[in-house]
């Protein structure tokens, strides 16, 4: 399977004021989306940025969203960061020769592209103001239908505020941005290093007020597929393992002397070798001890460890057979 993602950052306008964060916004998601923590290829991304070598002018925007989409089958993901206005028709992306008649494109415009595509996932990542109006349909850009979006299935839109917000720049980057960064290098991640559209959204609207813009989440997703991998807390193959110790959900494993490395001469290495294993789920919360949060103490003291909420949900998944 293969992923393709065009970024887009524009900080010159020719007729509307100038940003300051957009063209960096760009190239760090670029940076961050073409590879994975551990290196391997993750989006193959095409950045277009102004000022750069060719204006992102409407039509040569229109384009480029045509290619993006066209005949591509597996993951597309689009990523804006420019200025976005409202009109009487919907929320506009503006483009580098929009004026305030002719702002660019319309939002929507990039989510009809998105529905009618073979792809198999689509992700639209807009950080401009006005951005949650991207897939509301005309008539339900007023009053209570604001939010809601016709996407088909696979579509997800990430949007840095809500129909009526302003989106804004901080530190040479554009807020929802930052957050999105963020998430991505590994604030959003599950316990197996993946970080999907949905634990993005809820990183971004965790670490935003109550009085400040509001991103918005829409999504017709059957399955939450990573955008990107980091480094896993916890390896595949020691989840793996779960079933080795806890032969079902609520056993408890007994420790002693011999797990722990610095009891000379009572310490086995096999056993050494699980207790490092159970302090690595200990700190990514899938397992704790029966009374207190040592593990040490507990190997001095005889005592048990089980597994948390979360690590019983991991081990389900192991004996499912989907890890």
């Known amino acids: 399977m293969s992923k393709r993602g065009l970024i887009v950052g524009i900080d010159h306008y ?14 760090a998601m670029e940076s961050v989306l073409s590879r994975n923590g551990d290196g391997s290829i993750n989006y193959e991304c095409r950045i277009l940025v ?55 494109l319309p939002m929507n415009d990039v989510v009809t592209m998105a529905n009618n595509s073979p792809a198999r996932t689509v992700l639209l990542i807009l950080d401009c103001c006005f951005s949650g109006s991207t897939g509301n349909p005309a008539s339900l850009q007023s009053g209570d239908l604001e939010d809601r979006a016709l996407l ?28 999105v960064l963020g998430a991505l290098r590994g604030g959003a991640a599950d316990v197996r290093g993946r970080v999907s559209a949905a634990s993005i959204y809820a990183y971004a609207e965790a670490a935003l007020g109550a009085w400040q813009q509001r991103p918005l989440y829409k999504s017709h997703a059957a399955h939450l597929e990573p ?20 032969p079902c959900p609520d056993h408890e494993y007994q420790l002693d002397m011999t797990y722990e490395e610095t009891n000379q001469g009572a310490a086995i290495p096999e056993r050494v070798d699980t207790f490092k294993k159970f302090k690595q789920l200990q ?28 690590g ?12």
Request: aromatic share 10%.
């Open 14 to 27: 020719d007729h509307v004021s100038g940003l300051t964060g957009c063209v960096a916004d760009a190239m």
């Open 312 to 323: 019983k949900f991991y081990l389900q998944l192991v004996r499912q057979g989907r890890i």
């Open 227 to 246: 955008v990107r991998v980091c480094e896993p807390k916890v390896p595949d193959t020691l989840l793996r393992e779960l079933t080795t110790y806890f």
């Open 152 to 179: 088909r299935e696979g579509v997800t839109i990430l949007a840095a505020s809500r129909p009526t917000q302003v989106s804004m720049e901080l530190g040479g980057h554009g807020v929802f941005t930052n957050l």
């Open 283 to 310: 700190i990514a919360g899938l397992l704790r001890p029966k009374v207190g949060n040592d593990l040490y103490w507990s190997a001095e003291r005889s005592g048990h460890v089980l597994l948390t909420e979360l």
């Open 50 to 104: 102004s000022p750069g070598p060719a204006p992102i002018a409407k039509a040569f925007l229109r384009s480029q969203w045509r290619e993006l989409f066209h005949d591509f089958r597996d993951d597309v993901l689009f990523y804006f960061s420019g200025h976005g206005t409202p009109t009487e028709v919907g929320g506009y992306l503006v483009t580098q020769d929009g004026t305030l008649d002719d702002p660019g």
